[in-house]
């Protein structure tokens, strides 16, 4: 698992150039590139969200596209549609903006529903179709999508069905006090998000070697009680009172595959129950519904999650 561990290593050098702290932000998006997911990061404004993908983006020799979603935006505006032309008196397919490999979906709860769910063939199958003609998306596909959980105004809720295609929610919060410090001691010496040319970041992997760092992880190993730990939980989410959801299968599947991913940026050959706990909230958070009566009381899907945690109990 070292040259996972070493390419997690050279993303994060990277890193530590253009975005202060947020090591955890960073973690959760190198699981959803090696496990071939997707991710909604949610956050106020102005803590890094685009910024984080916009990095990451440059760490990889990959095409790299951006839409910004609003509300009068339309299905065909994201996939394409047919253009007749006017020469040939044929029609061809205009191509939209989410045939690229590493898309950052901006803002994605103000575009409506419909809109929304034309991404869910691409976020699933890798594909899209437009008039029946299907093609393909490269095999490193990846959406992160950000939203803004403050502001209702104009905004759209993600359809159950769609959350479900996001491998990981990752929450994005305020920095540290130590993290921001830095920021502004960046800034003080001419740091400008908007120019990360000037920061001259280096990619550390191609298509190829992304492919095979999810071969490196596809062989990290599971033992028997880990596996049992991790379903007790998956199942305990659907008997608990209030929870109103529970945890999918899917949702087992991608948790397990996390685990795997997080092992192996570790270093480790193996899972442990930590790489399991560490990245519950980020995997269930997100498809777990909280009863009415648990919301009222102020309880949120990651309080409920770290109290079945807790009640469960932890192989040795």
Known sequence: ????????????????????????????LLVTLLIGGNALLVGPPGTAKTLAVKVLARCL??????IQFTPDLLPADLIGSPVLEQATG???????????????ADEINRAPAKTQAALLEAMEERQVTIE????LLPPTFTVFATQNPLEFEGTYPLPEAQLDRFSLQIDVGYPSEAAERELLQKVDQGFDAR????????????????LALRASVREVTVKPAVLEHLLALIRRTREEPRLLLGASPRAAG??????????????????????????????LRHRVVLHGEAELAG???????????????VPR
């Open 195 to 210: 120019n990360l040319d000037a920061l001259a970041i280096a990619p550390v992997a191609d298509e190829a070697g992304v």
């Open 90 to 104: 044929t029609f061809r397919i205009r191509r939209g903006p989410v045939f690229t490999t590493f898309l950052l």
């Open 132 to 135: 029946g003609e299907t093609t």
């Open 61 to 66: 020799s990959l095409p790299f596209g951006r």
């Open 254 to 283: 991608t948790l397990l595959n996390a685990a795997k991913a997080l092992a192996a940026l570790r270093g480790r050959a193996f899972v442990t129950p930590d790489d399991v706990v560490d990245l519950t909230p980020e995997v």
């Open 299 to 313: 309880m949120t899907p990651d309080d409920v999650l770290a109290r079945l945690l807790a009640e469960i109990p």
């Open 1 to 28: 698992m070292k040259d996972v561990q070493a390419f997690g290593e050279a993303v994060s050098a990277a890193w530590s150039r253009a975005v202060s702290g947020q090591e955890q932000v960073l973690r959760s």
